[in-house]
């Protein structure tokens, strides 16, 4: 059994659950809606911009106007689909490596010539392939829709696709520990959930406001530190994408930088638990 056997034999097992088909379903209708919703039709003065049929402005607007409000769109569209990824790409992925330990089926795997660490790497690449085709669908759907209905071709959206399957990677190195480490579907979802919309975003990112409020003391604002710089850093890439896809120049990428390296070792400390499993 080779890397990329594993790689397509989770393809085909996430193929198979219906959240997928939801999450796609999802976007689909959207764009659609989106297609029906946004027009905009060229005029001496400009471009007049319709949305659901009504003038959006009295008057037409000039064409980076234009480019401007279509980039506003495509944010808030992308905003949308990076929550809907961290709701159902992470529902559907989170059994990946629960699922393959499962007496029987690891037994089954490991009879294979194939190492711990590959394996456990196809099962990770493959979630993270599953999910990057979902993105993909999306951003290159919308890139299409606006370009088709509104004249403007950003490329930034397409950057924006890339992006955000790098950051799922980095929070699937996260993912992939914890199931690992519990060896639970369910606890993997609720754990990840927990880190996404408490820990993260509301807290971590924001300790200065929030946990730094609780003491002065030095030590435990140092381990509040540690733990913002030990996690990927989601809130952080989310506003540089933002930023990115609204036409910002100056963009901070050490979120991502860490996010990497938080992801890397999360998924290196998987591996380690799964040499180490007695099976």
């Known amino acids: 059994m080779t890397l990329l056997a594993v790689v397509r034999l989770t393809l085909r097992e996430l193929a198979s659950k219906a959240t997928m088909y939801i999450l796609a379903g999802i976007s689909t209708v959207v764009l659609i809606g989106t297609a029906f919703a946004v027009s905009a039709s060229q005029t001496d003065a400009g471009s007049l911009v319709t949305v659901f049929g009504q003038p959006l402005m009295e008057v037409p607007i000039p064409q980076d106007a234009l480019v401007h409000f279509v980039r506003q769109m495509q944010a808030g569209l992308a905003g949308g689909l990076f929550t809907g990824i961290m709701l159902f790409g992470v529902f559907a992925t989170a059994g ?18 194939i190492a711990r660490w590959e394996l456990l790497l196809g099962k990770y690449l493959g979630g993270v392939a599953a999910i990057g085709v979902n993105i993909l669908y999306f951003l290159v759907g919308a890139w299409l829709v606006f370009g088709i209905r509104t004249g403007v071709w950003d490329p930034a959206l397409m950057l924006t696709a890339l992006v955000m399957i790098f950051m799922f990677a980095c929070l699937f190195g996260l993912v992939t520990f914890i199931g690992t480490w ?36 030095t030590v435990y604002r140092t381990v509040i ?3 913002f710089y030990l996690f990927p850093q989601i809130s952080g890439m989310q506003a540089g994408a933002a930023s990115q896809l609204s036409g910002a120049t100056e963009i901070d990428w050490k979120p991502f930088l860490q996010a990497f390296l938080s992801g890397a070792a999360f998924f290196l400390g998987g591996a380690v638990l799964f040499k180490k499993r007695d099976f």
């Open 225 to 227: 530190d540690g733990l």
């Open 182 to 217: 519990t060896r639970n579907t369910a606890t993997t979802i609720v754990l990840t959930f927990l880190f996404l919309f408490i820990i993260e975003g509301p807290l971590l990112a924001h300790r200065e406001s929030t946990l730094f409020r609780l003491s002065e003391n």
């Open 96 to 113: 990946i490596v629960p699922d393959m330990m499962e007496r029987g089926t690891v037994d089954l795997y490991l009879s294979k010539p």
